[in-house]
């Protein structure tokens, strides 16, 4: 399947989340291909990384997405807004649709903007599934800020789920990325890897 992970506001943290979702499929022993159509070529830098630290497993990066019906395995792509014409083009091709939220009010607002993108370019019968999810969240159990975010998620009606599972704003997702490692490996038993976890299995299913 090829999963888009975008959202219309940049800084919401998404080649992170991209990136650990990789490594997260990829111990699995599933095939992943990730498309890196950032112009910022985040992924593509850090993918760098563990190849001159032969970190394993390797991790397939390329900047062109498959022709229809030729993705094998999983692919997930990350596109970013500076390129309207890759985002346009990945809506067209994707099965799938994750949205990364910060809570506050412009990335409702972002969200909101984006889902019309996905109008515009998808039939009414053709629509791909649709999910976000909370990142960057405040760490609070009781945050204002976050039940508010999911509220109004939940209100838009192209969303087909909003995902239970949140990341939270921790030094662990930064730390972790720039040494090419995703939170499961860096923290196999730390907090960043249980919520990386447990978000990956509501996109993709239980190990």
Known sequence: MLTLFANFKGGTGKSTVVFNLAVWRMEQGKQVTVCDLDPQRTVSDVAMIRDEDEIEPAMKVVHKLPAKGKARGDWMVDVGTSD????????????????????????IWATQRFLEIIREERAEGDMPVIKA??????????????????????SLPMIKKVLDAKLVQRLAFRRSFSEGLAVSEMEPNGKAAAELDALAREIYGRK
């Open 133 to 154: 999810f909370l990142n960057r969240a405040d760490p609070h159990p009781r945050s204002r800020e976050n039940a508010e975010a999911r509220e109004a998620l939940q």
């Open 84 to 107: 309207m014409k890759a985002v346009r083009a990945a809506v067209r091709a994707c099965g799938q649709v994750v949205i990364p939220v910060t809570p506050s009010q412009a990335d």
